[in-house]
């Protein structure tokens, strides 16, 4: 979810197990939706993105979920594996023509 | 695939320097974009360009300027370095295709200003 201050939201979780991270977004006339995954010492790579004519959308692992009418996001990884800790962006298309990040989300897979 | 590259990977300045942050990206893409990323404050919009010559002030603008005078670099500028622009900055692109708004980001640049 969205942090408060300077503190970044944490998610630890056991290898094998399915991860949940969830990001509130404010505006509910965005129609586009994307998550990011950020490992440690690189940029943001794209992970999976939904429009707001769907709310479900399935990759590979991973599923989004998209709730409008509380205006919630979340990202699912099943069976979480070493290689998906890094830091995880949720990002809303604004009125600007560009995207608008959350804060972030610290995803630590635990052996 | 897209490749976004960053001229420096760490970069230390000085108080008042000027310092030049250069983006290329090689899949002609119309739009750039720079960012500055903190910790708990994600990433902020600094400066975007949809074409050469042109340029829009993000979130946070002030202290900042850009240049794009080929399609496929973007410079960041930062006229007078000051403390608090020590900061990870990452460089993005993406077509302009209708309905795709997917960033690719280059792999950031460290800068630390004594």
């Known amino acids: 979810g969205e942090s408060v201050g300077l503190h970044l939201p944490t998610l630890s979780v056991q290898e094998g197990d399915n991860s949940i991270i969830n990001c509130a977004y404010s505006?509910?006339?965005?129609?586009?939706f994307i998550w990011y995954k950020q490992e440690s010492g690189k940029g943001p790579q794209f992970i999976i993105d939904?429009?707001?004519?769907?709310d479900k959308r399935q990759g590979q692992r991973v599923t989004v979920l998209l709730n409008k009418t509380v205006k919630h996001l979340s990202l699912q990884i099943a069976a979480t594996q070493p290689g998906d800790s890094a830091v995880y962006f949720c990002?809303?298309?604004?009125?600007?023509?560009?995207?608008?990040f959350g804060k972030g989300t610290k995803l630590s897979v635990k052996p | 695939d897209v490749k976004v590259t960053q001229s420096s990977r760490y970069l230390v300045k000085r108080t008042g320097e000027k310092v030049f942050l250069e983006c290329v990206q090689d899949?002609?893409?119309?739009?750039m974009f720079w960012y500055r990323q903190d910790p708990g404050l994600g990433l902020r919009l600094i400066y975007f360009?949809?074409?050469?010559?042109?340029?829009e002030k993000g979130d946070i603008p002030e202290g900042y300027s850009v240049s794009r005078e080929k399609k496929e670099r973007f410079s960041l500028i930062l006229e007078s370095a000051s403390t608090n622009q020590t900061s990870m900055y990452l460089c993005?692109?993406?077509?302009?295709?209708?309905?795709?708004?997917?960033?690719?980001f280059g792999p950031g640049t460290r800068l630390t200003v004594t």
């Open positions: 993005a692109s993406s077509p302009a295709l209708a309905g795709v708004y997917e960033q690719y």
């Open positions: 505006n509910s006339a965005s129609d586009y």
């Open positions: 939904i429009r707001s004519n769907m």
């Open positions: 990002a809303e298309w604004g009125s600007q023509g560009n995207l608008i």
């Open positions: 899949m002609d893409h119309e739009n």
């Open positions: 360009s949809y074409d050469v010559k042109m340029k």
